[in-house]
Every structure is written in structure tokens, then in C-alpha cells.
């Protein structure tokens, strides 16, 4: 009973906000056109970037505004997506990646659809689409980084395998992220679990008594931690991204280095692909798949490695200098099928939480 | 009734979509998990002791700023602000660069990162009260013969108890919700239900074990909220005093104290501001300027989220809505706890939403004002609307103990002289809630400032504020990104400083019109 006026109280102060939104000229339910002008609204994640100039080309080409409502890292968004599975607050979501994609599809976030163009991916990364929900956009591999010049200070040999940082002469430099609050944390865990299968427990105790550091984020480790991040850190082997030395450079202080100052560890990498979909309940389908055709295309896929830093899904694509030269070319990245990491996660972040004693 | 349908509108039904989509009896599995109770069990320690040293660090710094006339004490009182609206993950990578070498991840950190952050909150809050109080039933004390340590007990710490019960009640609060501090400092030993939420949620995907949580910790909260409103039911009654600073005392060695708890305070809070100043002018190279020249530099042509500069004129709009917002609803509901006969219920519900957990605020406000029909995100009013639950708490707890602290037979005597209700009422309160409102404005333009966990999850399609865009920089390699992300932190800390500073002047001059007898 206690429940019925607030309920009312707050319905009828809905409908006045909704009247003043509406009387705002604020477009709270576009009309479903395929042709002329209309929004599109993309959901992702806060490191998404594109440049300007393909936002204007899109317009011009297809009269869509787009509007990019960004909302948390990709967890956030995806948990957001699934909350309203169905009646969306937007109409396109890009930035789910293979360790989220299973739930997202089961939970009914996306409508079927495909870029037509996604015959022309690389091959390896069509693997989670066939469900037909979701397109390939990009890709990154999760790897460790070295810091190159505390290894050569110090005369130590750069470690060459997973294998090796169990040995004594990496004891206390390596840290990693927690995989239960950290994207590649939870990456470098299932590289880990890929490589060893049932073994990975009795790897990760290795890693542990090799004085194997634990972080809360990936700025916590890589910012704090890692002897070439930004602050004091004292370890000198750190979980990053094969495209963290390119990163280094562009983002260097003038006058930019030569060379990065990290090499990568190209072993034991794991590979993580972001996708797109159309957000199952949106009013504007046809806008929603044309901005999907639009992040396959070429133009937007030769912008993405310096915008986002993670490498086009489209093949032939040919990458910026800075990409070419120092970006790790990642031979055998490991990988798990999305079914099984949503099927396992949350017993491998728990068994995880036991070997490390967290 | 303001209050009361601010809080439903915006509150309640955001948390009613969201429990009516997460809930199942399914997820209520996690509240028979030993885990769960071991983590509810250890924050609840790591609370108190977090609450415990922020009101010995707080009451005396309260004791000197809010009370003695000496010069800098408004920089002294505004510098205490800066912490609480540093982005926790600021707070952190200060903390680890100042201590870094000398304090291991854990729990000793963390519980003085919570003080260093709530420093604000037990000054503020007592400090109000604090600077009403008449000194001369003190001095009255002291002339029959008590001792300073008697006077303080039996008449200084029986008139603060309000106003510290409430700074505690919210300093517990925000320990045991702690997010940022706990994930990116915390071990095993300090996990809170919060941090538990936000991993239920955008990492396992699991809602309704993370709705299940969200519940239990909402209701330790109230436990405690209920807890302290018992407790702080007014003993004596004083007349305050009309916010006039006391002149520094005559004798030296007295004011060396103060001038010292004074410069203490400073150096406290400065220390991890240094730390990021001289972040701010570092490259590899060693000293740059080039971070601050080329703020805007940063990704410019893309479509980032908002360049840095947007960023800070969208988060002081959002600060400003914010304390204005939460000034009028914190005011009001304030007002409802002296005159209403459900007064108490209004002081303890309006505190409530500190303890619901900012992923679930976040997440229900998104469910229910962020699409049809109800869809708030092109409006801007989104963010400063989740800034505002998040501050009403903190504004009525500045503002309703230093009103109960009013004797309220002063509107008795005002109508016996022939005032009509409402001159009467504004003699007896009117000073102290000019004061406390203007403080408690300023505190929710802090909140605004530094908020971050309610504001990540609102898909927001301007530009992000300044904490949200901190970390976004902070979350990629290069010096560029952490140099910038350092000036931000810099500008976001002077302009709360300046905000606070200006915010307590219009304070003072509103004070300082009536005379002090």
C-alpha cells in the first residue's frame, strides 16, 4: 500500500518532465524513415575516438547526424545494453568484445544483422558471427610489455615465453591486473587458461611465488607500477597491449622519441575483437545498420588504429607508419570461443580469487 | 513536500525499474555465501576505523579553522574541500607516488586515503555547527572554575554532538561504499559490498546477485543512519552566537597552536597536490610546460568524448546546477526537520541515498529517465540530477544540526515582543541558515565536481566531466595522456578552490551584516 503513492506521485512527475522534454524539441521518439535526415544514436564505451571528418563524410553521404552516447568502459555499457534489452537508449552499440558477446546475444541486446562487407574480415575474427547479431570492427591483442631499457641497465635477458616469468630471474618485476575489476587482467587470465588448460592453477601459483604483483585496474599497474609507465613505478614487465609502444610515441612529448621505449612480449598474447550490433527495439533500423556498414568501411577502418589504438577487423587495410614499425605482430594469438568464457567466467574468476588468496 | 517528491521522483523510481528488472530470488543465492558476510563484516571494520581517524584528524582542524579569526583561515577552510573532490583515482596515484614505496597495497592505505578524502566532510559538517556556538557559556564555565578539558565536556562536546554523529554517520557511508580507493589500493582485506556490486555487474554480468547486494548494503546503511539518528538526539540547547570568529587569543603559546594546526592542515592536504603539480611539468626529458600549453591538443580533430577544456565548463555547469539543486531540496528538507512532526523521518530519509550504491543510482537513473519516453540525456539534467541525490544527504546533514542546534525558545521571545511567525522564526534561525546553507551549497558543488561512479554508467551524449575524462586519459599508454590527465587535476582542484572560496565569502559578507553582540 505504502508503494502506491510514491509510484503515482513520481508517474505524474514523469509525465510533466516528459511533457517539458517533449515541448523542448528534443527528439525523444524519431519516426522509423529510411530515407532523408535522421539521428542515430551510438552507445560505446568511453575510449571510443573517430575523426571528425568521417562523422561529416557520414552526413554527407547518408544525411545521418550521429550522436555518440558514450557510458563507462565496455562492462558498463555492455550491463547497461542488457538492462534494457529491447527498449535500447540508442539505436546502434559498438564495443562489445568477445568475452561479452555471448551474454549480450543471449540477453536479446541486438537484432540480426550483418554487415554485408563482413566477408572481406580477416578471417580468424568471424568466428563469434555467426549467430548473425553482431559485425567485427576491430581488434587488439592483450601482451605483455618490457620495459626495454631497465632490461638492458640491469643486464638481464628479456623473457621470451610465459614460461619464463616463473623463472628466478624475473622474480618481483612482473605486475598484472586483477581479472575480476580489469579487461585485460581478465585477458591475460584466459591467455593464461588457453595456454595451460587445466594447468593454468599450478602456473599462476608459480607466478605467485615468483612475486607476481596484483593491480585494481590497468592504470594502477601500467600508470603506477611499471617502470616505464607515468608515475614511480618498479616493475619493469607489465599486461598491456601489443599497440602500447606506437601509443608511446604518438603520445610522447615533442620532440618524439625514435623508438618506443616498451618492447612486447609476443608470446602468450591474447586476442580480444570488438563488435557492433543493431540494438534489438530501436525505432531506426535502417540508420542503425547503416552506421554499422559505415565502421566496416574503409575509410573508418584506416582511421581506427591511431584513433582507438587496436587494429582494423577489415583485411588489406594498410596501417599508419607509426603502426607498421612498432605495433607486435602477435603470430599465434590465444584465444577462447565466447561460449565458454560466459559459461566458465565467473568460476575462473573464483578459482582465480583462491590460488592468488584474494 | 519538496524534498519528499524530489527523492521519489528521482530516487525511488529509478530503483523500482531497476529492482523490478534485476530482482530474482535467485540472486538472494550470494546472501548465503560465507564471502559475502566476510566482505560486509571487514568493511564494516574498515569503515569505523576510516570514520574514527577522519574525526581525529577533522575536530581539530575544525576546532581552529571554523572558529578563530586569523589570516588565511577561508584558503585554510576552502584547501580542506580539495580532497574530497579529487577523483578517487587521483587520490590513489597520489597516494601511491607520495607512499608508494613505504606502505604495501592494503588495508592501512586505504583507511587513510578514506580520512585524507573525508576530511571535508567532518569539518564542514562540524565546523558549521561549531562556528555558531556561543563562547561565552565556555567562558562562563571556565570562570567557575572548570578546567578547558571540563569545559569542552560538558558544554562544547554536548552542544557538537549533532554535528558529529552526522559527519561520522556520512564518513561510514562512505567508506563502507567505498569504489575507487578500494579497487585501486585496496587487497583482500578491504573489499567492500560496492566493489562487489560493480564486479557483479559489468564484469561477471550477474544482476541479480548484483541487486541482491545492492539491497543488503542499503540495508546495513539504514541500520546505521537509524543508529546515529538515536543517537544524536539533542542534549543541551545553546543560543549560538552570530557567526562571528573568534579574535585570536592574547596568549602565545595559544597561538601558536592554532598557527600550527593550521599549517599542519595545509601541508596534509597539499602533499599529494604537489605530487601531481609536479606531475603536471614532467616528461621523460624532465621539466615541460608543454602539457599545460596544449591542453586541448589531446586527440584534437577526433570525435574523443569531449575535449579537456569542454570538459571543465561542462562540469562547473553541472557544479552549479548541482549546488543549487541540492541547496533548495537540502534546505527544504532541512526546514521539514525543525518544523515537521515527522522532521526526524525527513533527516534520516534524506541521508539514504549515500548508501545506495552509485552503479545501481547510475544504472536505474539510465532505466528510467535515459530512454522513451522519459529520455533526460539531451537535456544535460541527467548527471547534475544523479550529482544532487548524491549531495542532498550531505547538505541536510550540514544544515539540520546546526538548526537543531538553535534554542528554539528564541522564536518564543521574538513573538512575545510582537513578531509575527515567520519574522519570528527568521530571527531565531535566519543567520544560522544563511551560513549553513551557503556551506552546505558549496559542499554540493564539491560533490558535483568529483563524482564519478553514478556519472560513468549515464551515457552521456555532451562532453563527459572532468573526473570521467581523468580516467579515460589515464587508461591509455603515453606520457601525453597522463601529463594532461595531471593538468586536469590540477584546474579541477583550483577551481574547486576557488568555487569553495567564493561560495564562503558570500557567506561571510551575508554574516557579516549583523553585528555580533
Redo the contacts between chains.
Keep these: 500500500m505504502s508503494f502506491v503513492k510514491?509510484?503515482l506521485?513520481?508517474a505524474a512527475?514523469?509525465s510533466v518532465?516528459?511533457a517539458t522534454?517533449c515541448a523542448?524539441g528534443?527528439?525523444?521518439?524519431p519516426a522509423p524513415t529510411l530515407t532523408g535526415p535522421t539521428t542515430v544514436?551510438l552507445?560505446t564505451h568511453?575510449?571510443?575516438?573517430?575523426?571528425?571528418?568521417l562523422?561529416a563524410d557520414l552526413k554527407a553521404k547518408t544525411g545521418i547526424t550521429l550522436?555518440?552516447?558514450?557510458?563507462?568502459?565496455a562492462?558498463?555499457?555492455?550491463?547497461?545494453a542488457?538492462?534494457?534489452a529491447g527498449?535500447?537508449?540508442?539505436d546502434v552499440l559498438f564495443g562489445v568484445d568477445n568475452n561479452?558477446v555471448a551474454?549480450a546475444i543471449d540477453a536479446g541486446v541486438f537484432e540480426s544483422y550483418v554487415s554485408p562487407n563482413t566477408g572481406n574480415v580477416i578471417p580468424s575474427l568471424r568466428d563469434d558471427t555467426s549467430e548473425g547479431k553482431v559485425t567485427p570492427i576491430d581488434y587488439g591483442d592483450v601482451c605483455i610489455n618490457m620495459d626495454t631499457a631497465w632490461f638492458s641497465k640491469h643486464g638481464i635477458a628479456q623473457p621470451r615465453s610465459l614460461e619464463d616469468l616463473t623463472k628466478p630471474e624475473y622474480k618481483d618485476l612482473l605486475v598484472v591486473e586483477d581479472p575480476?575489476?580489469s579487461s585485460p587482467g581478465?585477458a591475460f587470465l584466459l591467455a593464461t587458461i588457453s595456454r595451460y588448460n587445466d594447468g593454468w592453477k599450478d602456473y599462476w601459483a608459480k607466478l605467485r611465488a615468483n612475486g607476481v604483483k596484483v593491480?585494481?585496474?590497468?592504470?594502477?599497474a601500467?600508470?603506477?607500477s611499471y617502470t616505464s609507465?607515468?608515475?614511480?613505478g618498479?616493475r619493469p614487465l607489465v599486461v598491456?597491449?601489443a599497440t602500447?609502444p606506437p601509443?608511446?610515441?604518438?603520445?610522447?612529448?615533442?620532440p618524439k622519441p625514435t623508438k618506443p621505449?616498451s618492447t612486447v612480449l609476443t608470446d602468450g598474447c591474447y586476442r580480444q575483437v570488438e563488435y557492433a550490433g543493431v540494438l534489438a527495439g530501436t525505432q531506426n533500423t535502417a540508420g542503425a545498420q547503416t552506421v554499422i556498414n559505415w565502421l566496416l568501411s574503409p575509410a573508418v577502418q584506416a582511421d581506427i588504429p591511431l584513433?582507438m589504438?587496436v587494429f582494423p577487423a577489415l583485411a588489406g587495410v594498410i596501417p599508419p607508419k607509426v603502426f607498421a614499425d612498432f605495433a607486435a605482430p602477435v603470430k599465434d594469438p590465444l584465444q577462447i570461443p565466447a561460449r565458454d568464457v560466459a559459461e566458465k567466467?565467473?568460476q575462473w574468476?573464483d578459482e582465480w580469487?583462491q590460488v592468488m588468496?584474494? | 513536500m519538496i524534498p519528499l517528491a524530489f527523492l521519489l521522483a528521482f530516487l525511488l523510481l529509478p530503483l523500482i525499474v531497476l529492482l523490478l528488472r534485476t530482482w530474482s530470488g535467485e540472486g538472494t543465492r550470494v546472501l548465503s555465501e560465507a564471502t559475502t558476510w566476510q566482505i560486509a563484516s571487514l568493511s564494516a571494520l574498515q569503515a569505523t576505523v576510516s570514520t574514527v581517524l577522519s574525526l581525529a584528524l577533522g575536530l581539530p582542524i575544525a576546532a581552529v579553522v571554523s572558529r578563530y579569526a586569523f589570516r588565511g583561515r577561508a584558503f585554510v577552510q576552502a584547501l580542506i574541500t580539495v580532497p574530497f573532490v579529487m577523483p578517487t583515482v587521483v587520490v590513489a596515484m597520489a597516494f601511491r607516488s607520495l607512499l608508494g614505496s613505504s606502505l604495501p597495497q592494503g588495508f592501512l592505505i586505504v583507511v587513510l586515503a578514506h580520512a585524507y578524502v573525508n576530511l571535508a566532510v567532518v569539518v564542514r559538517i562540524v565546523g558549521a555547527q561549531w562556528a555558531q556556538q556561543d563562547d561565552r557559556y565556555v567562558r562562563a564555565a571556565r570562570t567557575l572554575g572548570a578546567s578547558p578539558v571540563t569545559a569542552f565536556r560538558t558544554i562544547t562536546l554536548p552542544y557538537l554532538r549533532p554535528s558529529i554523529i552526522a559527519s561520522a554517520v556520512v564518513v561510514f557511508i562512505f567508506s563502507f561504499t567505498s569504489l575507487g580507493i578500494i579497487v585501486l589500493l585496496g587487497d583482500s582485506s578491504t573489499r567492500t559490498l560496492e566493489s562487489q556490486i560493480l564486479r557483479r555487474t559489468s564484469v561477471l554480468l550477474d544482476f541479480p546477485a548484483a541487486a541482491a547486494l545492492a539491497v543488503l548494503q542499503l540495508v546495513v546503511i539504514c541500520v546505521v543512519i537509524a543508529i546515529g539518528a538515536a543517537a544524536s538526539r539533542q542534549r543541551g540547547r545553546q543560543r549560538p552566537v552570530r557567526s562571528a570568529l573568534i579574535a585570536m587569543p592574547a596568549r602565545i603559546g595559544a597561538r601558536m597552536t592554532i598557527r600550527l594546526v593550521a599549517i599542519i592542515t595545509c601541508a596534509i592536504v597539499l602533499l599529494p597536490v604537489i605530487a601531481l603539480l609536479e606531475a603536471s611539468v614532467s616528461s621523460r626529458a624532465g621539466f615541460t610546460s608543454q602539457w599545460w600549453t596544449s591542453i586541448n591538443a589531446i586527440d584534437a580533430g577526433t570525435t574523443r568524448i569531449g575535449s579537456p577544456v569542454a570538459s571543465l565548463l561542462q562540469s562547473v555547469q553541472f557544479a552549479l546546477l548541482t549546488g543549487v539543486v541540492a541547496g533548495i531540496i537540502g534546505g527544504c528538507a532541512a526546514l521539514a526537520v525543525l518544523a515537521h512532526r515527522w522532521g526526524r523521518f525527513v533527516a534520516v530519509a534524506a541521508v539514504v541515498p549515500l548508501g545506495i550504491s552509485a552503479a545501481t543510482l547510475g544504472l536505474g537513473m539510465l532505466l528510467a529517465f535515459g530512454r522513451p519516453p522519459v529520455d533526460l540525456r539531451s537535456t544535460g539534467l541527467l548527471i547534475p540530477l544523479a550529482h544532487s541525490l548524491v549531495a542532498v544527504p550531505l547538505v541536510v546533514a550540514v544544515i539540520a544540526p546546526a538548526l537543531r542546534g538553535v534554542d528554539p525558545r528564541v522564536t518564543d521571545v521574538a513573538a512575545t515582543l510582537g513578531a509575527r511567525p515567520t519574522r519570528a522564526f527568521f530571527t531565531a534561525y535566519g543567520s544560522t541558515l544563511r551560513t549553513v546553507m551557503l556551506a552546505a551549497g558549496g559542499l554540493a558543488c564539491a560533490v558535483s565536481l568529483g563524482e564519478f561512479g553514478a556519472a560513468s554508467f549515464l551515457a552521456r551524449t555532451g562532453s563527459p566531466t572532468v573526473p570521467i575524462q581523468i580516467v579515460r586519459l589515464l587508461s591509455r599508454p603515453g606520457e601525453q595522456a597522463y601529463g594532461v590527465a595531471a593538468v586536469m587535476s590540477v584546474i579541477l582542484i583550483a577551481v574547486t578552490l576557488a568555487l569553495v572560496l567564493a561560495v564562503d565569502r558570500l557567506g561571510r559578507r551575508t554574516g557579516a551584516l549583523r553585528t555580533s553582540y
Excluded: C, H, M
Design positions: 510514491p509510484v506521485v513520481a512527475l514523469g518532465l516528459l522534454a523542448g528534443t527528439n525523444a521518439n544514436r552507445i568511453d575510449s571510443f575516438a573517430v575523426s571528425d571528418a562523422i550522436e555518440v552516447a558514450t557510458g563507462g568502459d562492462g558498463q555499457v555492455v550491463a547497461s542488457i538492462l534494457s527498449a535500447p537508449t540508442g561479452l551474454k575480476g575489476t581478465q593491480a585494481g585496474s590497468w592504470t594502477d601500467y600508470e603506477g609507465g607515468g608515475g614511480n618498479d598491456s597491449y602500447s601509443a608511446e610515441i604518438v603520445y610522447a612529448a615533442d621505449y584513433s589504438f567466467q565467473s574468476l580469487g588468496g584474494r
